[in-house]
């Protein structure tokens, strides 16, 4: 926070003293905490306390982040909604009128984005795992485990972690510059991109950049932000193939590829654009929503019917595990086709013996019922808030995409209010608190919210 | 089909050659086919053959039930619409002025609801079960077994079944005769009501009835046609006790009461409508979705937003298994609840051994996953039907509400076309043929139908 508060200053922008007085009571507050907290890690967690802290941390960093937005007079409920909106990378915004405003404000969105990014990767690798949320046990290694070496061995990974995350983004800001953006812009895109966050500088979101090349390095740089961060940490250090030999990745290349190839000729056909142009704005948006980055690239719910529902189902898709996205995730969708496909064939052939596989790993008929639970309560935790966001009025298409782009950590919702050129403003208070909700409930995949409502979690 | 014709020839309509050809040029191809299908029978049939047999019924019947609708002069895509959601008990309709219609033609709609009602219960407690299909292997009785003894016992159940439908739509038919309606439209409604079809006669539905005990008794009806109706006959036979003890049973009752309950002081608070009133119109239109009967009782999407997404997430619900209703069905939820919990605590105490219940009998971590894939597969297959159907440039709301009612052999959909006041014709023919399929699907319960698009299934 003491960022922003510079860069006010140095913009001679009274908003200073907001960042000042926020990184003082969050200092306080925050090293208060990590007192507390250290002390318990250094006895080590059982697994219920790893779920509460887990939790509770995702829940109190908003109550702080939120602080700065204060000084700009929206009200505490706006303010804790563009923070939690912020750090778990979704990305839908209460605020409009960006390009005004102050400088330091919207550095604090983009750097909210960024530490959420990584604090989700590192959670997606070193924690859940070991929680075994939703099928993520396929992805345990030895830094998931918990004897005294591996303590350090994790510590090492975070470090690593952050180096490459540090170094893709400025690799991004270098791309963005280069291409026409102004260093400011550059650098909150770049925190926003590879965080697959999605809050821009501008109202109009990246349809401000006008240059191709600016759109193909958000391209890429978004599908970066998508790949499980491991494999990409294994391929800055020269080994890239190990990248193109993943299940996910490949599944995931080739999602993209169709559905933005599909969509680009759809464009060219019924719209007559030009190729070209056709190919950057429908590879663009389609990573945008896949991704779940969720920058808009001109209204693509103006494409068309076709494009809408296709908006709403790629809602639900998000990337690979091990990265800065949300959503249902690439290997669930494959564990998924693998044993359900299993499953249908003994029940046309029930003496037949059938292994269902994840790339070169056996899955434990545990593990499959892991991510199919996952599936359904994902698709119910959607169809139950948009329940509850209907109950303030919203319609249908309103409900139903905010409570998708929500949990699945997208941004944008559909239709006319809160579409890729709206904002969530317009909703009533207790639909913000309960986005709110569904953005932690998707971040922390579902299952490590849920195991709280359990009664028996909390006895003895 | 020789009924409706007599009808017609009473009626002095010259429909009566529509049912006397179609009934001709059915006869004799059902002759053939019956005497090919009864030597394999004799034989005994696997499982492959048990698959492919059952679709091919279910897809035949309408291509025959389809012909009377030919002489009205709607096309053969709207005809087979027309049959197929007739015998799937959907009851979604592209005819509209039926209260002009020939008799023999909206007996003949009502007649074909009310076969495919007894068909889907026979296949729901004598097949489905033995196919294993999505978890109804909790309900194997020894009448799933295959057994030379245990066909003689299949007959018998059968023709129980046969008796208990009667005697029911009987009872059906003088309750509402006794009411004000007219013998015709006794007849009619009786027969589509205890197959929770939802065909009417007249175009308002059952508004047109006023007497509030008509609404009532159409009630009653709607969900004994929703209750397991191997209960049912127990309870025919002095053990009504046996409907209670079924964890079904007062699950959807329970939501059937708090469901309706709330909506009615809903009505009664937001639109001062008196609490007789709102009682009546919310617990029939409730009870009207949950079930999948379909028939309107005024417009219940004109209530507002609340009403509109709780009417689309109650289209997924369904009755009880071995009813003639379609959708999820609760027994699904009730095990989906058990198992996730369960998983959920083992995700927190990995050491703990629990087991999972469904009434008095233990589940199978085979049952359960076969539920949970099943109810992926439904939602997915929503999902996917939905897209389809936008890609004919239906709106969101239509395609996802036309997915969801056809999956759910509900009938009306949402909004302004398909909506419990519209009708089906206005749409495209590739998205009518498209919700034939997917009414078929969903009345087999999907897996019976997906396991043949696996190539494996045909190979050997
Ligand atoms: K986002
Ligand atoms: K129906």
Redesign the interface.
């Known amino acids: 926070m003491l960022i922003p508060a510079v860069v006010d200053i140095a913009a001679r922008n009274a908003d200073w003293q907001a960042f000042a007085l926020s990184s003082l009571a969050t200092g306080l507050i925050g090293l208060l905490m990590s007192v507390a907290f250290g002390g318990a890690l250094e006895e080590g967690l059982n697994?219920?306390q790893t779920?509460i802290l887990t939790t509770l941390s995702w829940v109190s960093l908003p109550v702080f982040g939120a602080l700065p937005f204060l000084w700009l007079g929206i009200g505490y409920t706006d303010a804790v909604f563009e923070a939690v909106s912020g750090f778990t990378t979704t990305g839908s915004t209460v605020l409009s009128g960006l390009d005004g405003l102050p400088p330091g404000l919207l550095l604090w969105r983009s750097l909210m984005q960024w530490m959420g990014g990584v604090g989700i990767i590192v959670m997606a690798i070193v924690l859940l795992p070991f929680?075994?949320?939703g099928g993520m046990q396929l992805f345990q290694t030895e830094s998931s485990d918990r004897s005294e070496k591996i303590v350090a061995r994790s510590v090492e990974l975070i470090r690593l972690i952050g180096i490459s995350y540090l170094f893709l983004s400025s690799c991004c800001v270098v791309a963005y510059w280069a291409t026409g953006m102004s260093p400011f812009d550059a650098l909150n895109h770049a925190l926003t991109t590879i965080a697959t966050g999605g809050y821009s500088t501008h109202d109009v979101s990246f349809a401000y950049f006008t240059n191709p090349a600016t759109g193909w390095f958000a391209v890429l740089f978004m599908i970066i932000g998508a790949l499980p961060f491991v494999l990409i940490i294994q391929g800055l250090r020269g080994k890239p193939m190990m990248l193109w030999r993943d299940p996910q990745v490949r599944a995931f290349m080739g999602l993209v590829v169709v559905v933005s190839l599909g969509v680009a000729f759809y464009l060219g056909i019924t719209h007559r654009v030009p190729l070209d142009d056709a190919l950057l704005m429908s590879t663009f948006n389609i990573v945008s929503v896949v991704t779940g980055t969720g920058y808009a690239y001109g209204d693509y719910t103006s494409w068309?019917?076709?494009m809408?529902?296709?908006a709403?189902?790629l809602k639900?898709v998000g990337g690979c595990t091990g990265s800065t996205t949300g959503g249902i995730k690439i290997f669930r969708f494959l564990v998924?086709f693998g044993?359900?496909?299993a499953?249908?064939?003994r029940?046309?052939?029930?003496n037949r013996i059938m292994s269902e596989e994840y790339g070169s790993s056996r899955l434990t008929?545990e593990l499959?019922?892991?991510v199919?639970?996952f599936?359904?309560?994902y698709?119910g935790t959607v169809?139950i808030l948009?329940?509850a966001?209907?109950?303030f009025?919203?319609?249908?298409?309103t409900?139903?995409s905010a409570a998708a782009t929500a949990v699945g950590n997208v941004g944008p919702g559909?239709g006319p209010t809160i579409g890729p050129a709206g904002s969530f403003a317009p909703l009533p208070d207790g639909a913000k608190w309960i986005l709110c909700f569904a953005m932690l409930i998707g971040r922390l995949e579902i299952?490590t919210v849920?195991?709280l409502f359990?009664p028996?979690?909390w006895s003895r």
């Open positions: 697994t219920r779920f929680l075994r949320i068309g019917a076709p809408v529902a296709l709403l189902l639900f998924f044993t359900v496909r499953h249908l064939r029940m046309v052939r029930p008929s499959s019922f892991s199919l639970a599936l359904v309560c698709l169809g948009t329940l966001l209907a109950a009025d919203l319609d249908l298409v409900a139903l559909l299952f849920i195991v359990d028996e979690f």
